[in-house]
């Protein structure tokens, strides 16, 4: 799908003057519809019959690289993967030397998957440059968008590959990991193309980058609970997760008295309570238990064990890990109370990221300019920006999706707020190039 400037204007390298704007109304409404047509594009390239599955250094992920370096290269982008198999496409500045400013996100998926988390980021990023080629305009910085290798982590259950790899915190260790077929994370990216013995050499240099921008579903429903289409990311939410085993005493569901019992299972459940109090509480704070076992797991018998997982986020690191600690003091109180041991293992916990300040600012004006109010609001799930983010400058915008549903078939986007993002994504280039760089 052609947009209409891209069919009769071609990319030079010399700028306009004076220099038109990139937020044309015409431009955009083509570009959004393209970005909608390039998403069903990528959402027919799966592994699977029936269903979205993209895992990262597959055939599919073959296809998909070569669909979106063929979008690039029509953009007058110079097109290339990096050792670890991530995508970049290069759109020069006006003069050599220049710095880059990175646009992107990722192009592999869950299991059954919807067509926008990561797909839309990297194809807003495209349509991005594609609004410079439609003016042939250059920038005093260079522009490349990136769709980075294995961010889901569902083939090798680890997230952050190819981002990792770009700013140069792999760990070599990770190699060795192996698929559920057995196969080598060293030997899928080199059967994908890649070089897994060159992986240091796709790191970049922080001072060759001038910052990073990320695009992606909000993958919640705040922005669509107070109808905007835009939401600029303050933070990528920090969370511990852990996994709680309440030790009581089993028997016969009809023989011991309620008040001589030590279930496992009621401790677990006063617990998962507690936590949901806290987090009404504690603003901003979420906490969820998503899994419960009780053993040994008979209908007429007292649980005497019972396992939940708890997995606590915030943006602020000092508000998570104090609710952290009063929600096991608590569990432990509920755990004693009832005459039940509690052990509790700490399986991950990770700090929160803040997206820079000045780039939010940025993006806050650059969505008012479009006539809508810019809301800040947390990230609760994690993204390549948060690896970006402790390597260079970084920013996430996020676009409204129907119901705040994502990792799910059912994922959608209007084209209207995909219009909105490419608008606001071009007037935030604009006041990048036109206002000296802090």
Request: hydrophobic residues 45%; contains cysteine.
């Amino acid at each position: 799908m052609a947009t209409r400037c891209l069919a009769t204007i071609a990319v030079e390298a010399k700028p306009v003057e004076p220099l038109p704007p990139m937020t044309t109304t015409a431009i955009v409404h083509d570009l959004a519809a393209t970005v909608m047509a390039r998403c069903d594009t990528l959402g027919a390239i799966s592994e699977e019959e029936g269903r979205l599955t993209r895992r990262s250094y597959t055939q599919a992920m073959r296809r998909a690289n070569d669909q979106v370096a063929a979008w690039m290269r029509a953009a007058g982008m110079d097109v290339r993967e990096d050792p670890a198999g991530t995508l970049l496409g290069h759109y020069a500045a006006s003069k050599p030397g220049a710095p880059t400013l990175l646009l992107g996100s990722h192009l592999d998926s869950v299991r059954d998957a919807g067509r926008y988390d990561g797909p839309l980021g990297v194809l807003v990023g495209l349509a991005a440059v594609e609004q410079l080629g439609c003016v042939g305009r250059r920038l005093p910085f260079a522009v490349e968008v990136a769709a980075f290798a294995d961010e889901e982590g569902l083939r090798f259950g680890r997230s952050y590959l190819g981002s990792m790899a770009f700013t140069g915190s792999f760990p070599p260790a990770l190699l060795e990991l192996r698929d559920p077929d057995g196969v080598r994370l060293a030997d899928a990216i080199a059967a994908f193309g890649g070089d897994p013995a060159r992986l240091g050499a796709a790191a970049r240099r922080p001072e060759d980058l001038l910052a990073y921008l990320e695009v992606h579903i909000e993958q919640g429903p705040q922005l669509e609970a107070r109808n905007l289409p835009l939401g600029v990311v303050s933070a990528i939410a920090g969370a511990t997760r852990a996994t709680l085993r309440f030790g009581g005493t089993a028997g016969h569901a009809g023989t011991v008295p309620m008040e001589l019992r030590h279930d496992a299972l009621c401790a677990a459940a006063q617990t998962v309570l507690i936590a949901e109090e806290l987090a009404r509480a504690t603003p901003g704070l979420v906490a969820t238990v998503g899994q419960i076992a009780a053993l040994p797991g008979a209908g007429n018998v007292i649980p005497g064990v019972a396992t939940i997982s708890l997995d606590v986020r915030h943006q602020h690191d000092p508000a998570r890990i104090a609710a952290v600690d009063e929600l096991r003091a608590r569990a432990q109180a509920a755990a004693s109370a009832r005459g039940v041991t509690l052990a509790w293992e700490e399986l991950q916990s990770t700090s929160a990221v803040p997206m820079a300040p000045g780039l939010r600012a940025r993006l806050a004006r650059a969505i008012a300019a479009g006539g809508h109010t810019p809301l800040e609001l947390p990230s609760g799930a994690g993204h390549d920006a948060a690896v970006l983010a402790r390597f260079t400058d970084a920013a996430m915008l996020f676009v409204r999706c129907r119901g705040g549903i994502s990792h799910h078939p059912a994922e959608a986007v209007d084209v209207a707020d995909v219009a909105a993002a490419i608008a606001a994504v071009g007037r935030w280039i604009d006041d990048l190039a036109g206002e000296p760089y802090p």
